[in-house]
């Protein structure tokens, strides 16, 4: 971890922000929206505690930071604060995100996430695709990690088909390589797309560029750059093609010095740092109470990684470290995640020295399509496909549910199987929709400007926001 | 406790339920990972345990408790019109799925500091994930141009 020793920890810049918020004059702005209930209203017309859970408390906030934040409300001068709309057409808020802002001046006193603009009923559509059809869905809610989101569907359908413990070997070692490939190519686009929003314009390129790597093989693999529907229940789609070791050596070889470059580029760079540290603070009690996961979680100093604490696939059986942070800013998000990258090719040499040879799917007639070859010699492997591919195979009744670590923090799914080839219900947990709710909190107190780094620090991506 | 595919699974009386989550809460389960609700209309028969009675709705909260690495799962009853007491004192975390619970499901949640839509259109008819809303015969809802 790179930080720097003499910063205040979260908790007393927590309580500067505080003291800060009770020193200055807040007023109503009194502009009321014709919108309807899910946008932020003027003080005027709210109650105390809803002020104060808008303005970031989480409720569990010391005595005297409540009452400093409940004393904010009862002085109303009129004209010093106004109520505007950031996104959904905001450039820097990754996508339809959009927050409504109460400014005093430059500084941000309320903050509302407002979302549902990319909702486009993902889980209803869930509950009409077969558990072979699922994956094309929710490989669509997370978009820079849809790997992830495919392994998190085909797990939970693996548990309640009972076959978890009989997916090959080389499958789960693949799915592993694929996973670890992912979060690196998802965090190098979070390096990219923090340092457009922070005005570090050359450092979008970069982070494409390497990106770009890391796609070109997954579309080797997949036949796709996203959206591969690859890892598949029982397995993976197809096994890898040859010369991948090459591929994923001249990866691993070519990102180390760029790295560095974004070292260079960043975090040595007095304007980088000064722009990102104690920005966004959240407290580790904080992050508990609204459940944020993944960077946000570990920024705040816990060492909580499902891949170390709940281990899945074979995570037990390799070396790595969990990053963590000291001060709960976007500087620690944004150092974790960089460090992330170098964790994950460290996961993935290992990956490349303990994958195993054998089978790439499960060979459960039940599940697994017959190869294409045995299709032209035998009818019942002909009858045996078609139907897998037009009813799907049947999921034995039940619930279950199932969580990962991705990118962004824990995503889950929770399938509800009625015995039929079709989920009951299929939810899945996302994990920028959970850690949106950190937005309040973390700028509180802040100013606009700052507003964008810390919305970039959390990494959404709207698409499994709004699912 | 009902392990469900070895997972921990409780059933909880809709009474029950804020106590029930409270005492886990001081048990450790100090994060509410995900509260979601499960519509069972079309399928009733479902197998519960045998002193659950089954209703329409079920909400289902999953906790994780980081320091003995644990997960577990609340499953409460709730039938169409009922309501749930909100988990959002205990859990602050739930305000966001409560609301989406409530928009999708129409199940509301007592005592919840701002239960309105969140990701359909606050003048939205229905409840999407409910298994009598037909997405295919309700004529497309365009906000503003009714005319």
Excluded at chain 1, 246 to 274: F, K, S
């Amino acid at each position: 971890m790179t930080t720097v020793d003499d910063r205040p920890t979260a908790e007393q810049v927590r309580t500067q922000q505080d003291i800060g918020s009770l020193n200055s004059p807040i007023t109503s702005a009194g502009a009321a929206t014709s919108e309807g209930g899910q946008e932020l209203q003027p003080r005027s017309t709210m109650s105390q505690k809803a002020i104060m859970r808008e303005s970031g408390s989480v409720l569990r906030m010391s005595e005297s930071a409540a009452a400093a934040l409940a004393d904010v409300a009862a002085d109303s001068q009129e004209d010093q604060t106004m109520i505007i709309n950031m996104g959904p057409q905001h450039p820097s808020t990754h996508g339809v995100l959009r927050l409504m802002l109460e400014l005093q001046g430059e500084t941000v006193l309320r903050c509302k996430p407002i979302i549902g603009y990319l909702h486009t009923g993902m889980e209803k559509t869930g509950e009409t695709l077969s558990f072979m059809q699922g994956g094309t869905n929710v490989t669509r809610m997370d978009y820079l990690s849809p790997l992830n989101n495919e392994l998190v569907f085909s797990l939970a359908t693996e548990k309640l088909l009972g076959i978890d413990g009989d997916v090959p070997e080389r499958a789960q070692w693949m799915r592993m390589l694929l996973s670890e490939l992912n979060r690196m190519s998802s965090h190098l686009l979070f390096m990219a797309t923090n340092g457009m929003d922070l005005g570090a314009v050359s450092m979008m390129l970069y982070g494409w560029r390497e990106r770009e790597q890391v796609l070109r093989f997954f579309q080797k693999v997949t036949g796709l750059r996203m959206n591969h529907n690859f890892i598949r229940p029982g397995g993976v789609a197809a096994d890898l093609p040859a010369g991948w070791r090459d591929d994923v050596l001249a990866l691993l070889d070519m990102l180390p010095d760029r790295l560095a470059e974004y070292e260079v580029l960043m975090t040595g760079q007095p304007i980088w740092r000064e722009r990102l540290q104690g920005v966004g603070v959240i407290t580790q009690s904080e992050a508990i109470a609204l459940a944020a996961t993944g960077p946000i979680l570990r920024s705040t100093g816990l060492a909580f990684d499902l891949r170390k604490d709940l281990p899945y696939l074979n995570y037990n059986e390799v070396e790595f470290d969990v990053v963590v942070g000291v001060h709960g800013d976007a500087y620690d998000r944004y150092a974790i995640r960089l460090q992330e990258i170098r964790e994950s090719m460290r996961i993935v040499r290992q990956v490349l020295d303990k994958m195993p040879s054998g089978n790439y799917r499960i060979q459960n007639k039940k599940v697994t399509p017959p190869p294409r070859g045995r299709i032209d010699e035998s009818m019942e492997a002909l009858i045996h496909h078609f139907k897998i591919f037009t009813e799907g195979f049947k999921v034995p009744e039940g619930e279950v549910y199932v969580a990962i670590e991705s990118p962004r923090g824990e995503v889950g799914c929770y399938i509800v199987s009625d015995g039929s080839a079709v989920p009951y219900r299929m939810h899945v947990r996302a994990p920028s929709f959970v850690n949106v709710q950190c937005l309040p909190h973390m700028m509180r107190g802040g100013l606009v400007a700052d507003a964008v780094a810390v919305i970039s620090s959390i990494d959404p991506v709207l698409g499994e926001v709004d699912r | 406790m009902t392990p469900s595919r070895g997972q921990s699974v409780m059933f909880v009386a809709a009474s029950d339920y804020l106590a029930t989550i409270t005492q886990l809460y001081s048990g450790g389960f100090t994060m509410c990972i995900d509260l979601t609700a499960v519509d069972y209309l079309m399928h009733e028969g479902r197998t519960l345990p045998a002193d659950v009675v089954a209703q329409r709705f079920e909400v289902v909260v999953n906790l994780l408790s980081i320091t003995s690495r644990q997960r577990m799962r609340v499953r409460v009853q709730v039938a169409d019109g009922e309501s749930l007491p909100t988990l959002f004192d205990i859990h602050p975390s739930t305000e966001a799925m409560e609301r989406e619970v409530f928009d999708m499901f129409g199940i509301a949640f007592d005592g919840h500091p701002d239960l309105t839509r969140i990701l359909m259109p606050e003048d939205w008819d229905g409840h999407p994930l409910r298994k009598d809303y037909s997405p295919g015969r309700i004529p497309v809802q365009f906000k503003g141009a009714a005319s």
